[in-house]
């Protein structure tokens, strides 16, 4: 990392400020998300609530620095955001905890070309230091079989067709009980509710979603 600093020296991926991959003063821009995408459970916590996911979570609103520090991580490759994003979401994690209990982390898989072009999945990297942070295990359990259109741009009728049979339980995948998807933006909530569904038909009694940001 100190190698790489020096041939490669950071720069704030929301404001290009030199000497670090987020600066102070756009961590302090974070703003924590403080309203559901749609209904309502705890409107102060940025909660949504779905038909297969009990509750999805998210810690800040996708805006301002929320929303250039992930699209470095997920355009630009700045993959060395993921564990900064984590340990700020640490905290938020843990209210969801309060309602979940005792839970596995699924980050939410992207497509295999998706991943080689991009050269990994966001919420994983995501999901592995909130999971050693709050000591709850990681599982990569489920699949992307289909590749599907980008969906920033779609309504929520098309995104739930957009994603329909695009997901699926990775094959000898252990079922865990209760499981907290980890992904990196909540839009619409299609993204969870279609990975919920697949986890629920396989056995999964309570499936429950936390992302960073989520579109306000």
Do not use: W
Not at 96 to 123: D, F, K
Not at 125 to 131: F, R
Request: net charge positive.
């Amino acid at each position: 990392m100190v190698l790489l600093d020096l041939l490669m020296p950071p720069a704030c991926a929301s404001c290009g400020r030199s000497g670090t991959l987020l600066c102070g003063r756009c961590l302090n821009g974070f703003v924590k998300a403080s309203r559901p995408a749609e209904r309502f459970l705890a409107p102060d916590r940025g909660v949504v609530v779905g038909e297969s996911l009990a509750v999805g979570m998210a810690a800040f609103a996708y805006e301002g620095p929320v929303r250039r520090a992930l699209a470095a991580l997920k355009y630009s490759g700045a993959s060395r955001l993921a564990p900064i994003l984590a340990g700020i979401c640490e905290a938020s994690l843990g209210g969801l905890l309060a309602i979940s209990g005792p839970a596995t982390l699924v980050p939410v898989p992207v497509h295999p070309e998706r991943r080689r072009a991009r050269g990994y999945n966001q919420a994983e990297l995501i999901a592995k230091p909130l999971g050693r942070a709050a000591r709850l295990p990681n599982a990569e359990i489920l699949d992307r079989i289909r590749p599907t259109t980008r969906q920033h741009r779609l309504n929520r009728p098309a995104r739930l067709a957009n994603l329909r049979d695009a997901f699926a339980m990775r094959t000898g995948a252990q079922v865990r009980p209760v499981v907290i998807l980890v992904d990196d933006i909540i839009t619409t909530n299609a993204t969870l509710e279609a990975c919920a569904a697949v986890l629920r038909a396989a056995g999964c009694e309570t499936v429950y979603g936390f992302a960073v940001g989520r579109e306000v």
